[in-house]
């Protein structure tokens, strides 16, 4: 799909409906935005790569089986290559700024945090993204409080990485890595964090796993910037160039 436009329909969007892609697909950018619904899946040696101009926007969670998600399947992997933040936007089906009213409702509806799932990559898939916004993801406010985050890397083989983003009024977490997974940021801002399922809620969270963080903003995270736990092994983070944040524990980093 590419360049393509719609009004007047019932939902104005290009909808992934619990479908799937093989080998290498690229979403170029349309005036209508890409629309999850339920689980869109990169499948095993398949890549989706994601070019600028593009608007994604997640079906809410108000439905069974209907939030939206990319799941990012072993052996697969997601990219971007975008120089800003706003370059590539993953946002709810509720937010009329970009891409439209999508569900044609009007102002009967506005975004919030946990609107949609975000970005699952499982343990074998990678993720190498630049130059993007996720916003209100993180998950079901039902579901229990650790299976959430915008982006949540479960046990990578690969270290993934993100740079030149924004996370914006995520669910639980901005971002968490668990089960031995590993992930660098740099120049990215994690703000409005400020709501979730349990009360140790954090923009980023790693879990047995290890998180390298540099160049970043904390803004407006009400709980914690930087929360990290083991159960077995140990979790790690380390954050250059990234002013105070707070962190659970209080003496996470040097």
């Known amino acids: 799909f590419s360049g393509n436009s719609g009004s007047g329909n019932g939902l104005n969007a290009i909808l992934l409906s619990n479908s799937f892609t093989f080998g290498a697909t690229t979403f170029s950018p349309n005036a209508l935005p890409y629309y999850a619904e339920g689980s869109f899946d990169v499948s095993a040696s398949s890549t989706l790569a994601i070019a600028d101009g593009v608007v994604i926007k997640g079906h809410d969670n108000s439905g069974a089986g209907l939030g939206g998600r990319i799941v990012v399947k072993p052996g697969a992997s997601i990219t971007s290559s975008g120089a800003s933040a706003e370059s590539i936007i993953f946002t709810s089906e509720n937010d009329d700024a970009v891409g439209g009213d999508t569900a044609g409702d009007g102002a009967a509806t506005t975004p919030a945090a946990g609107d949609w799932y975000g970005i699952v990559v499982e343990n074998g898939g990678f993720l190498n993204m630049s130059g993007f916004t996720m916003k209100y993801a993180g998950g079901s406010p039902q579901q229990s409080g650790d299976d959430k985050g915008g982006i949540k890397i479960i046990g990578d083989v690969a270290a993934s990485a993100i740079s030149n983003a924004l996370f914006d009024s995520n669910y639980q977490y901005g971002v968490q890595v668990k089960s031995d997974g590993a992930l660098t940021v740099s120049n990215t801002t994690f703000q409005n964090h400020t709501n979730g399922k349990t009360t ?55």
Do not use: K, Q
């Not at 969270?205 to 077995?232: G, M």
């Open 200 to 254: 140790d809620y954090a923009a980023v969270f790693a879990f047995n796993s290890f998180i390298a963080l540099s160049d970043i903003i904390f803004s407006n995270n009400t709980n914690v910037d930087i929360r990290a736990f083991a159960t077995t092994g140990t979790s790690s983070v380390s954050c250059v160039n990234c002013g105070t944040p707070t962190t659970d524990p209080p003496d996470l980093l040097p």
